[in-house]
């Protein structure tokens, strides 16, 4: 039996304004093992980081409505928990990471403060001032960054050190769930390598479930175990980092993504991107949503939504692999 | 850090000779001479040479001007009035006190009325808490602070007889002047704080707090209020200089001896000595409100703080 630490179920989530009622985030579904990473692969706008946000309660409120779906965190809903039984999970049990590292820190709040407040808002009962600074230091040591700067103010710091800071804070109550939104996307090429191996190890070390969102192939290979592919609110591939690397079955547009990515040994003249742009996600189309953009697609495609073909851990949302088809290769 | 307070206090010198300068200039060529507003209508030519010769106010604008900075800036001395004939500084050290009263006091009110309810209404965006308030604030946004004040006076001292109408015998008399001027300035500060707040609540760093697990008023009243400060203290600097030297309508009403009716009636009666005494001050005191909203901006705010450290800032 898998160790299951995160579960979401169905998971549909709507932004609704007086003009129009966009669909972010499409009956989706997926698990989180202890100590996996899972990555959540995707491009702009697929619905990524609204499916990280209503994990933690953290969409805007008067805008955004989970239409239907469960995110279980043991044998909790975390969609149903009142605004304070929710605070007790936030940072505590689920801690995420941020994408811009500039904006993520309060600029009027010392760095040892914003570590310390996240240990404060959690402590326990009896626990004293000195220990809870004393695991600042700690948790400033395991990032990277000399204790002595816990006074200073996040402007004093460059991009990466703050994203350590933002990680330091979010490992502070050593969560079982670490949710990193797209943690390197702001910081340069060597920075990111950096920020990368130090999630890793911290992730290793503390056994924390982790789930990773990037629109960075290189990223996921380099950290997940597991992979989900998200295109226009739905995940249209899902398998292990085998799966989605080594096979040889692929949703076309996992297809597309592996090729947009640059070779360096075949001499091309220019990048190899996916023509088109995303389905406008405020129409529900009856067929598959990839369909305008595939070079694949059959009638079948525009008319009829896609079942999940289903191999082992690895499954595809794909007209191409429907019953039948799959034993041709 | 010091440095910068050194400068900031030296600049307040060419300040206030600027505003000096212009001053006097508009006050020599506006029309009418001072002999005519002492003498009023029946006075014969000659008199009216004779005692604008007696004030020195036949000799040419640049030596009157000269005249006046050597006797303010070496002999302390700001002149007499021409209307009064007492000193000048007498009837500033008289009225200044006053007015420095009446305008703290109703900064205080405004913003203990408006930025809390500001903040509440941006908190709870288009609820009630924010359209009630909004619609309140509009309403004395819109009245003239005259009309506030008879109305104020009507209810509060006329019909149930609580504060007197006028006067400043006693700190009773202060309560509907500060009341009157404060409220509509409350309703700018409402809106000040709540836009503010609105923009800093969308902030990433919100965000980061909410994900630590912060309750919604630490949120509120620790990251979010520090960072939406600096256009509320702003507004109350800016509100300060406006209240101490315009409140004219308010201080007749209320019988209050303000600076501002001092200067309106030094400039209706060509009492030049008093309109120059009265601005020189209130521009000095703007100054200086300035620059303690400047030194407020770096308490809040390190980044301001590490500017000034650099000496990089020396504008007002």
Known sequence: ?329 | MWRYLFRRCLLIIPITLGVSFIVFSIMAITPGDPATMILGIGGTQEDIDRINQELGYDRPFLVRYGDYLYKAVVKHDLGTSYQFKTTVWSNIKQRLPVSVKVTTFSLLIASMVGVPIGVLSAVKQYSLFDTFPTVLALFFAAIPTFWLGMMLMLVLSLKIPIFPATGIASWKGYVLPSLSLGLPFAAQQLRFARSSMLETIRQDYIRTAKAKGAPENIIIWKHALKNALMPIITIIGINFGLILGGAVATETLFSIPGLGSMVVTGIKMKDIPMVMGGIIVLSIICSLIMLIVDLLYALIDPRIKAKYSRGRRAAI
Not at chain 1, 102 to 112: A, E, K, R, Y
Not at chain 1, 134 to 146: A, N, Y
């Open chain 1, 1 to 329: 039996m898998r160790d299951l630490v995160l579960e979401i179920k169905n998971l549909s989530i709507r932004y609704k304004t007086d003009l129009e009622t966009v669909y972010a985030v499409n009956n989706i579904s997926f698990s989180l093992e202890k100590g996996q990473t899972l990555g959540i692969v995707g491009e702009t706008g697929a619905g990524k980081t609204t499916a990280a946000l209503s994990i933690l309660k953290l969409l805007p409120e008067r805008i955004s409505q989970v239409a239907e779906g469960e995110i279980l965190l043991g044998d909790k809903d975390i969609l149903q928990l009142s605004d304070v039984e929710i605070r007790k999970i936030r940072g505590n049990k689920i801690a995420m990471i941020f994408q811009d590292p500039m904006t993520s820190l309060n600029p009027v709040m010392t760095i040892g403060e914003q570590i310390y407040e996240a240990l404060f808002f959690h402590k326990h009962v009896g626990a004293r001032r000195e220990d809870l600074e004393k695991r600042v230091d700690e948790v400033l040591s395991l990032v990277g960054i000399s204790p002595m700067r816990k006074g200073d103010y996040p402007h004093q710091f460059s991009g990466g050190m703050k994203q350590r800071v933002v990680i330091a804070i979010a490992l502070a109550c050593e969560p079982e769930i670490l949710i990193a939104d797209e943690p390197t996307t702001a910081l340069d090429v060597t920075i990111q390598a950096q920020v990368l191996s130090m999630i890793n190890e911290l992730q290793m070390s503390l056994n924390t479930s982790m789930i990773m969102i990037t629109h960075d192939l290189g990223v996921v290979a380099k950290t997940c175990d597991d992979v989900a592919i998200m295109y226009a609110g739905e995940l249209i591939e899902t398998g292990t980092a085998g799966d989605i690397f080594c096979s040889k079955q692929h949703h076309p547009y996992t297809e597309g993504l592996f090729g947009s990515i640059p070779n360096l040994k075949v001499e091309a003249r220019r990048l190899n991107p996916i023509p088109g742009l995303m389905p406008d996600p405020t129409i529900i189309v009856p067929g598959c949503k990839f369909a305008q953009r595939c070079p694949k697609a059959m009638d079948v495609c525009i008319k009829v939504h896609p079942q999940e073909f289903v191999r082992g851990s690895h499954r595809i949302k794909c007209h191409l692999f429907q019953k039948g088809r799959d034993t041709d290769e």
